[in-house]
Protein backbone atom coordinates (compact mmCIF):
# COMPACT_ATOMS: atom_id res chain seq x y z
CA UNK A 1 0.00 0.00 0.00
CA UNK A 2 2.65 2.47 0.67
CA UNK A 3 4.91 1.82 -2.27
CA UNK A 4 1.70 2.48 -4.73
CA UNK A 5 0.10 5.56 -2.70
CA UNK A 6 4.00 7.36 -2.66
CA UNK A 7 4.40 6.69 -6.62
CA UNK A 8 0.44 8.08 -7.49
CA UNK A 9 1.24 10.77 -5.41
CA UNK A 10 4.65 10.94 -7.60
CA UNK A 11 2.78 11.14 -10.47
CA UNK A 12 0.30 13.29 -9.23
CA UNK A 13 3.32 15.85 -8.71
CA UNK A 14 4.78 15.46 -11.86
CA UNK A 15 0.92 16.31 -13.59
CA UNK A 16 1.53 19.14 -11.59
CA UNK A 17 5.23 20.10 -12.39
CA UNK A 18 4.84 19.96 -16.15
CA UNK A 19 1.33 21.95 -15.83
CA UNK A 20 3.68 24.79 -14.31
CA UNK A 21 6.30 24.31 -16.70
CA UNK A 22 4.18 24.67 -19.59
CA UNK A 23 2.70 28.27 -17.79
CA UNK A 24 6.38 29.20 -17.41
CA UNK A 25 7.22 28.70 -20.76
CA UNK A 26 4.49 30.72 -22.54
CA UNK A 27 5.31 33.55 -19.55
CA UNK A 28 8.77 33.91 -20.93
CA UNK A 29 7.38 33.56 -24.52
CA UNK A 30 5.56 36.59 -23.31
CA UNK A 31 8.47 38.38 -21.50
CA UNK A 32 6.84 38.12 -18.11
CA UNK A 33 9.59 37.08 -16.26
CA UNK A 34 8.04 38.35 -12.89
CA UNK A 35 5.38 35.81 -13.41
CA UNK A 36 7.80 33.17 -14.56
CA UNK A 37 9.81 33.72 -11.57
CA UNK A 38 6.82 32.87 -9.12
CA UNK A 39 6.03 29.70 -11.11
CA UNK A 40 9.07 28.61 -10.92
CA UNK A 41 9.03 29.11 -7.12
CA UNK A 42 5.93 26.75 -7.13
CA UNK A 43 7.78 24.08 -8.79
CA UNK A 44 10.38 24.94 -6.37
CA UNK A 45 8.41 23.93 -3.11
CA UNK A 46 6.82 21.10 -5.08
CA UNK A 47 10.47 19.60 -5.60
CA UNK A 48 10.93 19.82 -1.59
CA UNK A 49 7.87 17.48 -1.27
CA UNK A 50 8.94 14.71 -3.82
CA UNK A 51 12.66 14.83 -1.78
CA UNK A 52 10.48 14.64 1.70
CA UNK A 53 8.05 11.66 0.13
CA UNK A 54 11.63 9.82 0.28
CA UNK A 55 11.86 9.56 3.41
CA UNK A 56 8.53 8.14 3.83
CA UNK A 57 9.27 5.17 1.16
CA UNK A 58 12.90 4.66 2.88
CA UNK A 59 10.46 3.24 6.11
CA UNK A 60 10.07 0.44 4.30
CA UNK A 61 13.06 -2.06 4.76
CA UNK A 62 14.55 -4.36 2.08
CA UNK A 63 12.30 -7.44 3.24
CA UNK A 64 9.23 -4.84 2.97
CA UNK A 65 9.94 -4.60 -0.60
CA UNK A 66 11.32 -8.00 -1.63
CA UNK A 67 8.28 -10.04 -0.24
CA UNK A 68 6.29 -8.49 -2.84
CA UNK A 69 8.86 -7.31 -5.40
CA UNK A 70 8.02 -10.41 -7.99
CA UNK A 71 4.20 -8.93 -7.99
CA UNK A 72 5.30 -5.67 -9.86
CA UNK A 73 6.72 -7.46 -12.66
CA UNK A 74 7.10 -5.05 -15.26
CA UNK A 75 5.80 -2.07 -13.24
CA UNK A 76 8.39 0.68 -11.99
CA UNK A 77 9.27 4.32 -11.85
CA UNK A 78 11.72 3.70 -14.48
CA UNK A 79 8.67 3.62 -17.35
CA UNK A 80 7.10 6.78 -15.69
CA UNK A 81 5.80 8.89 -19.19
CA UNK A 82 5.64 11.80 -16.95
CA UNK A 83 8.58 11.93 -15.87
CA UNK A 84 10.01 11.37 -19.26
CA UNK A 85 8.22 14.23 -20.32
CA UNK A 86 10.21 16.88 -17.53
CA UNK A 87 12.91 15.63 -18.79
CA UNK A 88 11.98 16.31 -22.26
CA UNK A 89 10.81 19.98 -21.35
CA UNK A 90 14.07 20.63 -19.24
CA UNK A 91 16.21 19.67 -22.27
CA UNK A 92 17.37 16.05 -21.77
CA UNK A 93 16.91 14.94 -24.84
CA UNK A 94 17.21 11.47 -25.36
CA UNK A 95 15.21 9.18 -28.21
CA UNK A 96 15.92 6.28 -25.74
CA UNK A 97 12.93 6.61 -23.80
CA UNK A 98 10.21 7.19 -26.64
CA UNK A 99 10.97 2.81 -27.37
CA UNK A 100 9.14 2.36 -23.50
CA UNK A 101 6.17 3.32 -25.27
CA UNK A 102 4.11 1.97 -28.17
CA UNK A 103 3.42 3.53 -31.21
CA UNK A 104 0.34 5.27 -31.35
CA UNK A 105 -0.31 5.09 -27.21
CA UNK A 106 -1.48 8.35 -25.71
CA UNK A 107 2.04 8.36 -23.50
CA UNK A 108 3.95 8.21 -27.08
CA UNK A 109 2.14 11.01 -28.29
CA UNK A 110 2.81 13.19 -25.69
CA UNK A 111 6.59 12.04 -25.50
CA UNK A 112 6.89 12.78 -29.30
CA UNK A 113 5.44 16.19 -28.56
CA UNK A 114 7.67 16.94 -25.97
CA UNK A 115 10.63 15.64 -27.73
CA UNK A 116 10.14 17.84 -30.71
CA UNK A 117 9.07 21.26 -28.55
CA UNK A 118 11.69 23.11 -27.92
CA UNK A 119 13.08 23.21 -24.02
CA UNK A 120 12.51 25.70 -21.24
CA UNK A 121 16.13 26.68 -21.93
CA UNK A 122 15.39 27.55 -25.36
CA UNK A 123 12.74 29.63 -24.43
CA UNK A 124 14.91 31.66 -21.85
CA UNK A 125 17.43 32.37 -24.39
CA UNK A 126 15.01 33.31 -27.18
CA UNK A 127 13.90 35.69 -24.58
CA UNK A 128 17.83 36.89 -24.37
CA UNK A 129 17.53 37.47 -28.15
CA UNK A 130 14.39 39.84 -27.96
CA UNK A 131 16.22 41.60 -25.07
CA UNK A 132 19.05 42.56 -27.37
CA UNK A 133 21.45 40.05 -26.28
CA UNK A 134 23.89 38.39 -29.06
CA UNK A 135 23.44 35.21 -28.92
CA UNK A 136 24.69 33.12 -30.92
CA UNK A 137 22.76 31.56 -34.18
CA UNK A 138 24.02 28.23 -33.52
CA UNK A 139 22.04 28.58 -29.78
CA UNK A 140 19.21 30.21 -30.66
CA UNK A 141 18.35 27.54 -34.22
CA UNK A 142 20.21 24.69 -32.61
CA UNK A 143 18.23 20.91 -33.19
CA UNK A 144 15.96 21.04 -29.99
CA UNK A 145 15.72 17.06 -30.37
CA UNK A 146 19.29 17.11 -29.18
CA UNK A 147 20.67 17.59 -25.34
CA UNK A 148 21.78 20.86 -24.52
CA UNK A 149 25.34 21.38 -25.13
CA UNK A 150 27.93 24.25 -23.32
CA UNK A 151 28.19 27.47 -25.50
CA UNK A 152 31.45 29.53 -24.07
CA UNK A 153 30.06 32.42 -26.20
CA UNK A 154 26.67 32.14 -24.51
CA UNK A 155 28.46 31.80 -21.07
CA UNK A 156 30.19 35.17 -21.90
CA UNK A 157 27.04 36.73 -22.09
CA UNK A 158 25.62 35.04 -19.04
CA UNK A 159 28.47 36.97 -17.33
CA UNK A 160 27.68 39.83 -18.13
CA UNK A 161 23.72 39.57 -17.12
CA UNK A 162 25.04 38.40 -13.57
CA UNK A 163 27.46 41.66 -13.67
CA UNK A 164 25.66 44.50 -14.82
CA UNK A 165 21.54 43.33 -14.46
CA UNK A 166 20.43 41.94 -10.83
CA UNK A 167 17.08 41.23 -11.94
CA UNK A 168 17.95 38.83 -14.87
CA UNK A 169 21.04 37.13 -13.17
CA UNK A 170 18.61 36.93 -10.27
CA UNK A 171 16.15 34.68 -13.00
CA UNK A 172 19.07 32.85 -13.67
CA UNK A 173 19.59 32.44 -10.24
CA UNK A 174 15.83 30.80 -10.15
CA UNK A 175 16.47 28.30 -13.03
CA UNK A 176 19.41 27.52 -11.19
CA UNK A 177 17.21 26.56 -8.44
CA UNK A 178 15.18 24.60 -10.40
CA UNK A 179 18.14 22.75 -12.12
CA UNK A 180 19.96 21.46 -8.22
CA UNK A 181 16.47 20.90 -7.26
CA UNK A 182 15.96 18.42 -9.89
CA UNK A 183 19.46 16.93 -9.25
CA UNK A 184 18.52 16.93 -5.44
CA UNK A 185 15.57 14.46 -5.85
CA UNK A 186 17.62 12.62 -8.73
CA UNK A 187 20.32 12.12 -5.76
CA UNK A 188 17.69 10.94 -2.99
CA UNK A 189 16.33 8.33 -5.18
CA UNK A 190 19.39 6.41 -5.93
CA UNK A 191 19.89 6.89 -2.52
CA UNK A 192 16.82 4.99 -1.69
CA UNK A 193 17.02 2.62 -4.36
CA UNK A 194 21.03 1.42 -3.16
CA UNK A 195 19.12 1.30 0.84
CA UNK A 196 16.23 -0.46 -0.54
CA UNK A 197 17.74 -3.44 -3.39
CA UNK A 198 21.05 -2.55 -3.24
CA UNK A 199 23.06 -3.95 -6.82
CA UNK A 200 20.21 -5.86 -8.09
CA UNK A 201 18.66 -4.89 -11.09
CA UNK A 202 15.84 -2.43 -11.44
CA UNK A 203 12.43 -3.68 -11.72
CA UNK A 204 11.26 -2.09 -14.94
CA UNK A 205 14.57 -3.56 -16.76
CA UNK A 206 17.26 -0.88 -15.64
CA UNK A 207 20.85 -1.68 -13.93
CA UNK A 208 18.55 0.10 -11.02
CA UNK A 209 20.92 2.36 -8.88
CA UNK A 210 23.92 2.22 -11.48
CA UNK A 211 21.08 3.55 -14.11
CA UNK A 212 20.14 6.00 -11.59
CA UNK A 213 23.80 7.04 -10.31
CA UNK A 214 24.40 7.90 -14.54
CA UNK A 215 22.19 10.37 -14.34
CA UNK A 216 23.72 12.23 -11.49
CA UNK A 217 24.93 15.22 -12.21
CA UNK A 218 23.71 16.26 -15.81
CA UNK A 219 23.23 19.73 -15.66
CA UNK A 220 19.88 20.68 -17.65
CA UNK A 221 21.52 24.22 -17.97
CA UNK A 222 25.13 23.58 -18.00
CA UNK A 223 25.99 26.94 -19.07
CA UNK A 224 24.56 28.31 -15.80
CA UNK A 225 27.09 26.05 -14.02
CA UNK A 226 30.52 26.45 -15.87
CA UNK A 227 29.91 30.36 -15.56
CA UNK A 228 30.95 29.78 -11.63
CA UNK A 229 34.71 29.98 -12.00
CA UNK A 230 34.19 33.29 -13.70
CA UNK A 231 33.35 35.58 -10.76
Same mark, same amino acid.
Given at each position: ?45 ? +??? +? ?20 ? +? ?142 ? +? ?15
Amino acid at each position: MLFIVIHQTYELWFKEILHELDYLQRLVASDDLPRAGHAIKRVLVI +LKV +LVAQVDILETMTPLEFVSFRAR +LESGSGFQSAQFRELEFVLGGKRPGPLQLYAPGSAERARLDQRFQAPSLWDGFVGYLARRGFAVPDDVLKRDVTQPIAPSPALQAILVRIYRDDPALAEFCERLVDLDEGVQEWRYRHVKMVERTIGAKMGTGGSSGAEYLRNT +LMRPAFPDLWAIRTEF
